[in-house]
């Protein structure tokens, strides 16, 4: 990772600005070379192997740092400066100078992406490739060069805030211990991972007030003795879910899957198949979203900025409910007490069931996305194709995280009350956000 990023920046401008000029707008391949530069974090994201709560925190910071580089480019865009905690207003442009803020955003995500990654050489060539691509608009090199500055210095102040966020302390803080508890999380196979990410609560939040703030009612009482109790339904209805899987049913686990830890296992040997993270596949429907409505460069900006902050504000909430509930998975209690031989249709990810994760973040994201698109915006997904899955459509963002939640029942590693509540928690937060943020 980067460690001295901060020194080669340069020093925040902060005096003001007057009207945009003709120079300070490209054509609209600008929307293209962002929505490119995303998808290459996204799988610089995916090759370092990156958990969810770590990549919604890349995308973050790196879509803020865009919004605030490029929303000059619309001198009605408000900052988020104020909007979002800690964070202080940002760099202005010099009004004797001039720009290409599509540039100048471009360059700010891709380098605040590679100072929170670890293939930093990939993501320099990203970064080299978008400085060419404005030189072949026949961009005047002092305006591309005022650009490169104005973003350095967003990705200074960004990175500068994300650095007071708790996330260096977090690496320190204890593992997950095991607790003697029948109805707690236990590691699973086959990789019988430690439980990834335990102080995630302490992180941070973006807009939400607190961790806590949507909290969850607690999980069904742990009760696996008794046939008529509500666990033992519910651990019955994903046995039973995947026993009887339809083709269809096995689809769609499938392509919201979305692990990055999954692990194949040839004998004696453990290999990881890298995958996209339940973040990052709405980011990338963030893309196929805002091309659809030829949102113009700022709407954009918004769209993955808006997003982001659901994203990871969304993964507080959710992982601050895993590690107080610490809820035991469906693999454990059915392996334990119904049938040894039982596998889920999807490899059980490593951290407590309760609440889960794609229904959190799937809702935050769809009520911002349906915020700026419209309740009846049908698109499709085709997120999946690169990963050997088929595309799917959808007729709103609604119906994506209501299959990306239920995917978790058909794929055997959540019970039915992680996902509706699950669900409801991510539709408050979402609420909460859009409600919060203005744009203009």
């Known amino acids: 990772m980067t460690q001295n990023l901060g020194i080669i920046l340069l020093t925040v401008i902060t005096i003001s600005w007057s009207c945009t000029t003709k120079e300070n707008t490209i054509a609209i391949q600008d929307s293209d070379i962002f929505h490119k530069s995303v998808k290459a974090v996204t799988d610089i994201i995916v090759h370092d192997i990156f958990s969810p709560p770590v990549a919604s925190r890349i995308y973050a910071y790196s879509s803020i740092a865009a919004y605030e580089a490029g929303r000059w ?70 305006v591309l ?64 007030d607190s961790a806590q703030i949507f909290a969850p ?47 194949n296992i040839t004998g004696h040997v453990m290999h990881a198949v890298k995958k996209i993270t339940p973040g990052g596949h709405w980011i990338n429907i ?36 895993k590690y107080r509930s610490k809820y035991v998975r469906p693999e454990t209690v059915i392996n334990e007490f119904i049938d040894q031989q039982w596998l889920p249709i999807l490899q059980t990810p490593p951290f407590p069931e309760y609440t889960s994760g794609h229904s959190v973040i799937s809702n935050a994201a769809a009520v911002a996305m349906t915020k700026l698109y419209g309740d009846n915006f049908s698109f499709v997904d085709s997120t999946e194709i690169e990963f050997g899955l088929a595309a799917r459509s959808f007729n709103s963002f609604y119906h994506a995280a ?37 744009f203009e």
């Open 286 to 321: 963030v893309q196929v979203a805002s091309q659809k409505a030829n949102a113009d460069f700022v709407k954009s900006l918004q769209s993955y900025a808006l997003v982001s902050l659901c994203l990871a504000d969304g993964f507080i909430s959710c992982w601050d409910e």
């Open 145 to 208: 060069q005022n650009s490169e500055n104005f973003a350095d210095e967003n990705v200074a102040h960004v990175l500068e805030w994300a650095a007071k966020d708790n996330y260096k302390q977090t690496r320190s803080f204890p593992k997950y211990s095991l607790e003697k508890d029948p109805s707690t999380w236990k590691p699973t196979p086959p990789g019988y991972m430690d439980g990834i990410e335990p102080s995630w609560n302490k992180i941070r939040t973006f807009v939400i």
């Open 402 to 438: 209501d299959e990306a939640a239920i995917s978790r029942l058909y794929g055997g590693i959540h019970f039915k009350p992680a996902i509706e509540n699950g669900s409801t928690q991510g539709k408050k937060i979402g609420e909460y956000i859009v409600d919060k943020i203005k």
């Open 73 to 142: 480019q619309d001198s009605t865009s408000l900052s988020l400066a104020g909007q979002l905690h800690e964070l202080n207003p940002l760099p202005q442009p010099n009004k004797e100078l001039k720009y290409c803020f599509p540039c100048a955003a471009t360059l700010a995500f891709l380098k605040v992406g590679k100072a929170l990654t670890f293939s930093e050489d990939s993501i320099q060539i990203n970064i080299d490739a978008v400085k060419k691509h404005y030189r072949s608009l026949g961009i005047n090199s002092s």
């Open 217 to 263: 009612p607690p999980p069904t009482p742990y009760n696996i003795m008794d046939k008529n109790s509500q666990f033992y339904k519910e651990v019955l209805e994903v046995y039973q879910t995947v026993k009887n899987i339809s083709q269809e049913q096995e689809a769609i686990a499938n392509f919201w899957d979305c692990n990055p830890y999954k692990l």
